[in-house]
């Protein structure tokens, strides 16, 4: 499970990178402490890649209940400090990004506005990529 505050971007990525490149290793979740709508530049960036989470919704790390995980993977700090309890034999791993909802705030339009979506996305990939 990927995890970060939202659940509107990072772990969106996180989700649809590992469903893409590892999917036969690997069942990928994505959930928020504090989940709030998919962020449609997240959508269309992941799309420049070839990839569709257009239909992925955001969930709240609650729903998993007592679903029991490999890994939980959190992607940003809010989210490693907050994370629930899971069992023991979870492997819990940190990998922070940066927050490109937040670095786009200052975008004078709608192009500079997409660099970091696209930068964090690529970012991601690798990181996906380097999974066992």
């Not at 998993?64 to 989210?79: R, S």
């Not at 069992?87 to 192009?111: C, R």
Request: charged share 30%; net charge negative; glycine share 6%.
């Amino acid at each position: 499970m990927f995890l970060c505050t939202g659940n509107s971007c990072r772990s969106q990525m996180a989700e649809g990178w590992t469903r893409l490149l590892k999917g036969d290793r690997f069942d990928a979740y994505s959930a928020g402490v504090q989940p709030i709508p998919i962020d449609p530049r997240t959508i269309k960036a992941m799309a420049e890649a070839g990839i569709d989470i257009s239909e992925q919704k955001s969930k709240d790390v609650d729903v998993f209940g007592n679903m029991e995980f490999d890994y939980v993977i959190t992607l940003c700090d809010n989210a490693r400090e907050s994370c629930p309890y899971f069992p023991a034999k979870t492997k819990l791993i940190h990998q922070g990004f940066a927050d490109p909802p937040k670095l786009a705030e200052e975008a004078k339009n709608e192009e500079e506005a997409m660099a970091p979506y696209r930068r964090v996305r690529d970012e991601i990939k690798a990181f996906v990529e380097t999974l066992p």
